[in-house]
């Protein structure tokens, strides 16, 4: 079964400095998705980026960005000039090619601090 | 104009009641799922329907029933609440079917349940 895991259950950054998230994952599997999600205090669900492994080059999204290391199986999110309204759950999550459940790490708070 | 819709966003309710939580998507999907969220912020798949058709069942009580009446809805039905159930649950839809992976999945706005 696939497993993935966010090391890190808090982290904080300065407003308008960088920050990076870690996910791992483990898995079988050769083609398969990466997500990154957003959850704020709303709770709702808000995609931030998504990555296809048989992609080397990594996704990027505006000040979001991967660093997708397929051999090491690790997909970690750059966040890059924080702001206050980065503060949220963010959750890594993995789908494989012949079904469509997302499988989600534990998630990482992110406090942005002013 | 909101694309996937959850009714109600709040639901308290005494144990052993019977409760249904109702999911719409207008992005023209044909994939929607309900996930459970618990009080650690931990997510996990329930249910996948693809076309009015059950696909993903994980290992959840049949107490929880989903019903699709037409690929753009996916009710929740729980019978005989339990404490446990308390979670946030949130429906999501995405495009593509089983055979197609990696398709982005929409999270409605979650429903809070409360058994008590």
């Known amino acids: 079964a696939q497993t993935v895991t966010q090391s890190q259950p808090e982290m904080s950054v300065q407003e308008a400095e960088t920050v990076t998230l870690s996910c791992t994952y483990d898995?079988?599997?050769?083609?398969?998705?990466l997500f990154w999600y957003k959850q704020p205090p709303s709770r709702q669900m808000i995609l931030v980026i998504r990555q296809e492994a048989y992609k080397q080059q990594n996704a990027t999204e505006n000040r979001f960005s991967v660093n997708f290391q397929k051999a090491a199986k690790s997909f970690s999110l750059k966040i890059s000039d924080s702001q206050l309204g980065d503060a949220a759950m963010y959750f890594c999550a993995y789908t494989h090619n012949a079904g469509n459940m997302l499988t989600f790490g534990g998630g990482t708070r992110l406090m942005v601090k002013p | 104009d909101t694309a996937v819709s959850q009714t109600p966003k709040y639901l308290v309710t005494q144990m052993g009641n019977d409760k249904s939580i109702k999911c719409e998507q207008n992005l023209g999907h044909d994939t929607m799922y309900w996930y459970k969220q618990d009080s650690k912020k931990f997510l996990k798949i329930m249910f996948s329907?693809?076309?009015?058709?059950?696909?993903i069942n994980e290992t959840v009580p049949n107490r929880f029933s989903p019903k699709s009446p037409d690929k753009a809805h996916l009710n929740l039905h729980i019978n005989s609440l339990e404490l446990g159930d308390s979670a946030v649950y949130f429906c999501a839809s995405s495009h593509g079917g089983q055979a197609s992976g990696g398709e982005t999945q929409y999270f409605g706005p979650g429903t809070r349940l409360l058994v008590l």
């Open positions: 329907y693809n076309n009015k058709e059950l696909i």
């Open positions: 898995t079988s599997e050769s083609d398969y998705y």
